[in-house]
């Protein structure tokens, strides 16, 4: 089992910028890929970024250019680096891994941080 924990996330001016953490704990080894999504009141929960295990990345179109994700060289903890920050940034930001071994297939979410950008 895989455990995550998010970190980062607040308020902020647009135009600003934020960094999202997220710590994998547990059974990493079994981590394909880990990724970052959001939801606002009243939306569909949607993809921001993705990073596979061999470090592949994939955008929403909304936000190519403006967001970077990243990990540590240990793949314990991935980042997600958000500059130029717009009020349509203002959503809860969950942190998912995708995880499989020996058969098993799995999606694990952290809890939820909150990000919020002021006009």
């Known amino acids: 089992q895989v455990q995550l924990v998010e970190s980062g996330g607040g308020l902020v001016q647009a135009g600003g910028s934020l960094r999202l953490s997220c710590a994998a704990s547990?059974?990493?080894?079994?981590?394909?890929?880990m990724g970052w999504y959001r939801q606002a009141p009243g939306k569909q929960r949607e993809l921001v970024a993705t990073?596979?295990?061999?470090?592949?990345?994939n955008y929403a179109n909304s936000v190519k250019g403006r967001f970077t994700i990243s990990r540590d060289n240990a793949n314990y903890t991935v980042y997600l680096q958000m500059n130029s920050l717009k009020p349509e940034d203002t959503a809860d930001y969950y942190c998912?891994?995708?995880?499989?071994?020996?058969?098993?297939?799995?999606?694990?979410w952290g809890q939820g941080i909150q990000v919020t950008v002021s006009s």
């Open positions: 998912n891994a995708a995880t499989a071994f020996v058969g098993t297939r799995g999606d694990i």
């Open positions: 547990g059974r990493t080894f079994t981590i394909n890929a």
């Open positions: 990073i596979t295990r061999g470090g592949s990345t």
